[in-house]
């Protein structure tokens, strides 16, 4: 089975096209060498693949016919990513909710107008 259908069959990208892509892109490692998209996938490989800042480790354990759900990835993967890069994620998510909740909107009026006090603080003595 190819490396991007693979991937895409264990659900780390929505589609195929952007399994492609990322292969394409080059961040996806598979045993430390940088991988096409149609190089095949066989039990006991390792694979890297690095998304959203975030290096995934996972460990072939046996290849899907199709598209698996969520509940049954863990029969054909071993997720071996480190705690830390996990961790990660937790402050990118806290990272991302710092000033304005999601949803919310472009800056308002006072928002603006205090970026621009921010930037130059001369132009409010006038």
Same mark, same amino acid.
């Given at each position: 089975?190819?490396?991007?259908? /693979?991937?895409?069959?264990? $659900?780390? /990208?929505?589609? $195929?096209?952007?399994?492609?892509?990322?292969?394409?892109?080059?961040?996806?490692?598979?045993? #430390?060498?940088?991988?096409?998209?149609?190089?095949?996938?066989?039990?006991?490989? !390792?694979?890297?693949? &690095?998304?959203?800042?975030?290096?995934?480790?996972? #460990?072939?354990? #046996?290849?899907? !016919?199709? &598209?698996?759900?969520?509940?049954?990835?863990?029969?054909?993967?071993? #997720?071996?990513?480190?705690?830390?890069?996990?961790? !990660? $994620?937790?402050?990118?998510?806290?990272?991302?909710?710092?000033? $304005?909740?999601?949803?919310?909107?472009?800056?308002?009026?006072?928002d603006r107008r205090e970026l621009d006090d921010w930037f130059d603080p001369e132009a409010d003595e006038d």
């Amino acid at each position: 089975m190819r490396v991007d259908k /693979f991937l895409w069959c264990v $659900r780390y /990208f929505k589609t $195929r096209s952007v399994a492609t892509e990322a292969c394409k892109q080059g961040k996806v490692r598979m045993n #430390d060498a940088i991988v096409k998209p149609s190089r095949e996938v066989y039990p006991a490989d !390792k694979i890297q693949v &690095r998304k959203n800042q975030i290096n995934y480790q996972i #460990d072939v354990l #046996d290849l899907p !016919k199709s &598209r698996v759900g969520a509940k049954l990835v863990n029969l054909y993967i071993n #997720d071996i990513t480190p705690k830390e890069e996990l961790e !990660k $994620r937790e402050l990118l998510k806290y990272s991302q909710d710092y000033y $304005r909740k999601k949803g919310t909107g472009r800056p308002t009026k006072k928002d603006r107008r205090e970026l621009d006090d921010w930037f130059d603080p001369e132009a409010d003595e006038d």
